[in-house]
């Protein structure tokens, strides 16, 4: 038997009055998904257990199949693992945002403008995340360049405590209520006003800006934790696997879990993203005898945090595609199971995470329940009645059931 897992990220959302009362996944054209929806089982999932923030990494950790409630300890050690950075026991790292702050007054009058800085390039981002460790890097202070808008800060001996915020859900809004709190919230606050004196006047800035683009001018930190220790994928289900994503978190769960790391050329996080070098890639891997495939698709979520109604459709339909290519591809295999889910909703309403229930379908090959108008969106789901209140089990149930 072969597995594969098709992750819509955010793809969940709430009715919205633009969309003729729909949500962007009931008003997406999603043939596959409803196929599968027609053919084989949908419920919902609550992958976000109560009192955990509704961010990705632990809405990822409970559709792995790893409850957040044993194995959580922060999202940015999970990047950190992907992106080959080693942690200390007493290392504490950070996610380390480029973000476009608006110009005026003190630094705590200024707005959120854009959390990813208008999706700045990755050779950009790099040349000022090295600036930014050349000027305010210290022995027990370390900055590390990832991938766009998407970095680390590494700080020895530093707390695990502070109150931090993650700037997609305070976009447009006047940060002063939202900067660094409590232990250690003075040194990171320092770190970041000096970041922007630095960054502002960078050249990479001034050419953007010359460009029509929003400058990436702060940094901004949220996300700590330490390293975790997740028991591997192979110990909890007996099987062999990989992941596929552009994002480093997603990728340090898979490597902290024991699954390969499979790398896809252009790939983006948008919707302009290498999907197909993504189908590819995930057929090529259980080809090769791989029997899980944990394939991830940014671009739902990254245009929910932007507001962006129709590019959020684009991605869903986007998803729809890829889930049509690899049902295609999956004829080679005499069986296998396919699941089509979210990590989280993430409402255009509200531009960033929530932590209800996400709905999920699953199909096994040769299946055919005969489902009278099957749809796969979150109203069907809901009304299946099947629910996995403890989300992390839902995993035990596509692999065993």
């Known amino acids: ?77 999970l990047e950190a693992v992907s992106m080959g950075v080693e942690l200390d026991p007493a290392d504490v790292a950070f996610r380390c945002n480029l973000v476009t702050l608006s110009e005026e007054g003190m630094y705590e009058e200024k707005r959120m403008v854009d959390y990813s800085a208008d999706e700045v390039t ?41 109150k931090l915020t993650p700037p997609h859900d305070i976009s447009g809004r006047v940060i002063a209520e939202y900067l660094p709190q409590d232990e250690g919230g003075a040194t990171l606050l320092k770190l970041m006003k000096e970041s922007y004196n630095i960054l502002s006047g960078h050249a ?15 940094v901004w930190f949220w996300g700590q934790g330490k390293k975790p220790a997740l028991t591997s994928f192979h110990e909890k289900y007996g099987l062999r696997g990989s992941v596929i994503s552009a994002v480093d978190l997603i990728k340090g769960i898979g490597i902290c879990a024991g699954l390969e790391i499979v790398k896809v050329e252009n790939v983006t996080g948008t919707v302009e993203t290498n999907f197909r070098g993504k189908v590819a890639a995930a057929l090529d891997e259980l080809a090769k005898g791989q029997d899980f495939v944990y394939l991830h698709v940014e671009a739902p979520d990254a245009a929910s945090h932007r507001g962006e109604a129709a590019t959020k459709i684009k991605a869903i339909e986007m998803v729809d595609e890829m889930l049509g290519l690899l049902l295609e591809g999956l004829q080679q295999f005499d069986d296998y199971k396919v699941m089509v889910l979210p990590d989280h909703p993430t409402p255009l309403s509200i531009m960033t995470h929530t932590d209800k229930p996400v709905p999920f379908v699953i199909y096994t090959s040769g299946q055919d329940n005969k489902n009278i108008n099957g749809v796969y969106d979150e109203e069907a789901a809901e009304k299946s009645g099947l629910a996995f209140p403890e989300g992390h089990k839902l995993m035990d149930y596509f692999i065993s059931s």
Do not use: C
């Not at 050419?207 to 990436?216: C, H, S």
């Open 122 to 162: 990755t050779p950009e981002s790099g040349e000022l995340i090295r600036q930014i460790d050349k000027t305010l890097g210290a022995a027990d202070i370390k900055f590390h360049a990832g991938f766009r808008f998407r970095h680390l800060m590494v700080w020895k001996g530093g707390p695990e405590s502070v």
């Open 204 to 218: 990479v800035n001034i050419k953007r800006i010359d460009q029509g683009l929003k400058p990436a001018n702060s």
């Open 1 to 77: 038997m072969k597995y594969l897992i098709l992750l819509g990220d955010g793809m969940a959302d709430d009715q919205l009055k633009e969309l003729n009362n729909k949500t962007p996944l009931q008003s997406a054209r999603t043939p596959h998904m409803d196929l599968l929806a027609a053919k084989g089982v949908i419920g919902t999932a609550s992958t976000v257990p109560a009192g955990y923030p509704p961010g990705s990494d632990v809405a990822n950790l409970s559709v792995m199949g790893y409850d957040p409630a044993e194995y959580y300890t922060g999202r940015s050690p």
